[in-house]
């Protein structure tokens, strides 16, 4: 086969794995875990099963497939926050920027997250793309333990004995995670007294930062000055796609 037509193949088969998964998104946003049908995707996209098939063996591959694609991203964003110039506890502020972007342009992802870790799901995928999701999830626990490593290493801040700084990195997630899932699923939080979640969240998160003694200490550094100054600085581009960022002049 000469190397034109790979080519053409490689590109048609790609062009074919991402309609199947815009289509699944929309049926599983739509209809939930038990309204995405491979039967509905083939109808839908005018495919036989079997091509379909060919692309995911079962409806479980679709589901970690959409979440790793978003998962890819989140790591991209990690990366350019954890490398804005500024002490170790703004640039943390700065990951923190980065998830509340990530929650911005993916809303969905929590809702296929949580659908993803149910026993019965989770087992049905592939060990390639599991192990694929782990790395991703790897990848932005290093960034944020690095962050911290940085924090201890310029003295800003001690850790107990016997915590380490992945220990203080899974906090963190749990309380992002739990803050932004609770979001996405639940749209009446106002109702609840609850107003302006990630500001809440943001300031319960501070609150385990002072704790440990991270310096600057939240009443000596205006903290949502930083996370603007990451806004425009660093996600820019995207924050004025999004409307949120007057266009640069």
């Known amino acids: 086969m000469s190397q034109p037509t790979e080519r053409r193949k490689q590109r048609e088969w790609t062009e074919r794995n991402d309609r199947i998964l815009q289509v699944a998104e929309q049926q599983l946003l739509l209809d939930g875990y038990h309204g995405l049908s491979m039967d509905r995707i083939a109808t839908e996209l005018e495919y036989s099963k079997g091509t379909i098939y060919n692309h995911f063996p079962c409806k479980e591959e679709i589901v970690i497939a959409l979440a790793l694609e978003t998962m890819e991203r989140r790591v991209g964003l990690f990366q350019r ?38 026993d019965s799901i989770w087992e049905k995928t592939s060990e390639k793309r599991r192990t694929h999701l782990r790395t991703c999830e790897g990848r932005c626990i290093e960034i944020v333990a690095g962050v911290i490593r940085d924090g201890l290493s310029r003295n800003e801040l001690t850790l107990p004995q016997d915590t380490t700084p992945e220990d203080l990195v899974f906090g963190l997630w749990a309380m992002t995670l739990g803050a932004f899932s609770l979001i996405a699923a639940n749209e009446s939080l106002a109702d609840l007294g609850i107003g302006h979640p990630q500001n809440i969240m943001n300031r319960h998160i501070a609150i385990v930062l002072d704790s440990y003694g991270w310096k600057p200490l939240s009443h000596e550094a205006d903290e949502d000055e930083v996370r603007d100054q990451v806004r425009a600085k660093v996600f820019g581009d995207e924050y004025q796609k999004l409307g949120l960022l007057p266009p640069t002049t």
């Open 81 to 118: 926050a954890a490398a804005f110039q500024a002490c170790a506890r703004h640039r943390l502020c700065a990951v923190g920027v980065a998830v509340e972007l990530f929650f911005t342009l993916h809303p969905t992802h929590f809702k296929f997250e949580q659908v993803l870790r149910l």
